[in-house]
């Protein structure tokens, strides 16, 4: 019922971009990321878990191989989990051996986004769409970090996602693709006039400076949602949204 230090220390680490690098693993926490674990596990290597997690939880600890369930003390996840709040479960994952193909309407495509709270509930909103590949610029938060694994409530394992992208280069790519670029920027048209029937991605960009004239310059169009009321701009997470929802319904006819 417990592991050795070194284990629990590298568990710890896997918080640090250098080490999920290193190991090629990250740790998700929590019981909604187990819950879709247990429909992909191919995902998974270890599952770290509290007795009374297990008792709480069995009709779902008991879909997954006892091989990979290792049962510790609510102290040792406590030390492990990067949640101020750990709920006695954490898992650790493989990351994934490349990166994936380009497919599905809409695109997201995200420079710069650092805030892992938003990236997070970015990837939740695109999977809740039926949006599809994510592609993340250079400069943004890792989407493997903890926070961002937490805020996309499982979502991490069903999208398709492309990070570290050169944002120039991957606009290029999209639009060999077939797809148009619409940028999204305050310095945009009203994003209701748009035609969103055809293949298309959304460009967003940093939640403090948005995004470069040179950026813009490159896509298709560039839209904005009005503001009716006092507000400075919508947060990032939210607009992102926004934008998905209304391209979805217009797909849909």
């Not at 990979?68 to 006695?88: F, H, K, N, V, W």
């Not at 051996?97 to 509930?121: F, R």
């Not at 909103?125 to 903890?146: K, R, Y």
């Not at 120039?168 to 035609?195: H, K, P």
């Amino acid at each position: 019922m417990s592991i050795n230090n070194a284990r629990l220390r590298w568990v710890k680490s896997l918080a640090k971009k250098s080490a999920r690098v290193e190991s090629g693993r990250f740790f998700a926490e929590g019981s909604q990321s187990l819950k879709v674990l247990a429909r992909k596990q191919y995902w998974l290597e270890k599952i770290y878990v509290t007795e009374d997690f297990m008792i709480a939880n069995k009709p779902l600890i008991s879909e997954f191989n006892p091989d990979l369930i290792e049962e510790i003390s609510p102290e040792q996840i406590q030390r492990m989990a990067d949640a101020s709040t750990p709920q006695g479960v954490l898992a650790i994952c493989k990351l994934p051996p490349k990166q994936p193909s380009v497919s599905g309407s809409p695109l997201v495509m995200l420079e710069q986004v650092s805030d892992p709270g938003n990236l997070g509930t970015i990837i939740r909103t695109a999977d809740a769409s039926g949006a599809g590949t994510i592609l993340i610029g250079e400069g943004s938060a890792d989407v493997f970090s903890p926070k961002v694994v937490r805020s996309s409530a499982g979502s991490i394992f069903h999208v398709d996602l492309m990070q570290n992208l050169e944002m120039d280069s991957a606009i290029e790519e999209v639009q060999r693709l077939g797809y148009q670029v619409f940028a999204a920027d305050t310095s945009g048209s009203d994003f209701r006039a748009g035609d969103y029937s055809s293949k298309h991605a959304w460009l967003l960009g940093n939640e403090a400076h948005g995004l470069g004239s040179e950026l813009r310059a490159k896509s298709n169009k560039t839209f904005s949602l009005p503001i009716a009321g006092e507000a400075e701009s919508l947060n990032l997470s939210v607009a992102a949204g926004i934008l998905l929802y209304h391209s979805a319904f217009s797909q849909q006819g």
